[in-house]
């Protein structure tokens, strides 16, 4: 069965419609339009595209998604090639493939001619979920990830749960992982429902997944809305988002970002981890934190990481520009479905936990 599902948003404007098998529908529908379109895809989705290009308004554009296109140099290459092709404001950029061709795509829709329209149109589960929601874009410095970008919402987010066909389980995890985040941080309910639903998710049951990803992006945007630039300092603010990452991106960043550990796989190990934090500092029940790690365990999500225990992982915490003289802030579980902001935890009782997990 194909179903639209039309989120109506009025503070960012974004229509986000989750329909299976529309994505040549849509791009033949907005060729209709006068305007250039300029579609940037990702080379694994080239053959979804190909029997569109005799369309004269329709300009293709391929990369190889990963992040090693979220860089200066790919950002000012693609920049040349959409002004030699003679793209003006009244042109339409469409971003087809993963959070990476969107993170790009984003930040030269912004950019661009100081801003053209955006479409986007994801085909990761993290990307259906997570990186389309909420307007941040943007390319790694040597510095470190996603440190240039703007804030520059798509007028349109076209997701497509039966392009999630050929992505491998592995990436199906790390989706999976953020989804779970979400029902964690925001709703018991929906955490119970994965309970019951999350084989029939993993065979990849059209109905179960249509259903996780509305729910999964209700609960970002309810974040997003209340705080679109990630301002706040309360629970409702866009820190809730970051449960699970505060060890999750310290893991990464300890890997190098390699392939040896995903995204998903990293802050999997950070939420159980944090969740084991929420319980020693009181807030978690044990019962709680015992129905968490066994879901993880029956979805086969990562739980734990030996790394976790060395220096370097609670160094990088503090490092980290939010976190002053050896005090922690970090997003932790009152329960299943309840998130809130604790401050000032200090290094050394965390470092004891972690040492003991
Ligand atoms: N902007 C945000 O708010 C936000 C939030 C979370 C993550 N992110 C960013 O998202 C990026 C990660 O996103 P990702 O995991 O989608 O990475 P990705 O774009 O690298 O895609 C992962 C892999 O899947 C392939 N692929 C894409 N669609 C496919 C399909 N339908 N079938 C088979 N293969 C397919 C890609 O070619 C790539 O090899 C990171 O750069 C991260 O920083 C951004
Ligand atoms: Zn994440």
Not at 53 to 61: A, C, P
Not at 208 to 221: D, T
Not at 242 to 267: C, P, R
């Amino acid at each position: 069965m194909i179903k639209t599902i039309k989120l109506k948003n009025n503070i960012l404007k974004t229509r986000i419609i989750i329909k299976n098998k529309s994505i040549s529908d849509y791009l033949i529908k907005i060729s209709k339009s006068k305007k250039k379109i300029f579609c940037i895809v990702d080379y694994k989705l080239k053959y979804l595209v190909n029997k569109l290009s005799y369309k004269d308004n329709l300009n293709f554009l391929y990369l190889k998604g990963g992040e090693n296109i979220k860089t200066n140099r790919v950002y000012a290459n693609v920049c040349d090639q959409l002004l030699s092709k003679n793209i003006d404001r009244e042109s339409i950029l469409v971003a087809i493939g993963g959070g990476t061709i969107g993170d790009l795509c984003g930040f030269i829709s912004n950019t661009i001619l100081r801003g053209v329209d955006f479409k986007l149109i994801p085909t990761t589960l993290l990307s259906q979920v997570d990186s389309s929601i909420g307007g941040k874009n943007g390319i790694n410095s040597k510095y470190g990830k996603n440190l240039i970008g703007t804030f520059y919402h798509p007028s349109e987010v076209i997701i497509d749960p039966d392009i999630l066909k050929t992505l491998p389980i592995r990436q199906i995890k790390s989706g999976y992982a953020e989804i779970v985040k979400h029902s964690l941080i925001n709703d018991l309910n929906f955490f119970s429902w994965l309970e019951k639903n999350y084989i029939r998710f993993f065979n990849l049951d059209m109905k179960v997944i249509e259903r996780a990803i509305h729910k999964s992006i209700n609960i970002k945007l309810y974040y997003v809305e209340k705080d679109p630039k990630e301002n706040l300092k309360d629970n409702n603010s866009r820190a809730m988002l970051n449960f699970g990452h505060t060890f999750g991106h310290s893991l990464e960043s300890f890997y190098s970002y390699n392939k040896k550990l995903n995204h998903g796989e990293a802050i999997s190990i950070g939420m159980i981890t944090e969740a084991v934090i929420s319980n020693k500092l009181g807030f978690l029940k044990k019962n709680e934190l015992n129905k968490i790690i066994s879901h993880f365990k029956k979805a086969k999500l990562r739980l734990y990481d030996k790394n976790t225990k060395k220096n370097n992982i609670l160094k990088n915490i503090i490092k980290d520009k939010k976190n002053l003289k050896n005090r922690v802030n970090i997003v932790l579980l009152k329960g299943i479905g309840k998130s809130f902001y604790k401050r000032n935890i200090k290094i050394d009782y965390l470092e004891k936990i972690i040492k003991s997990i």
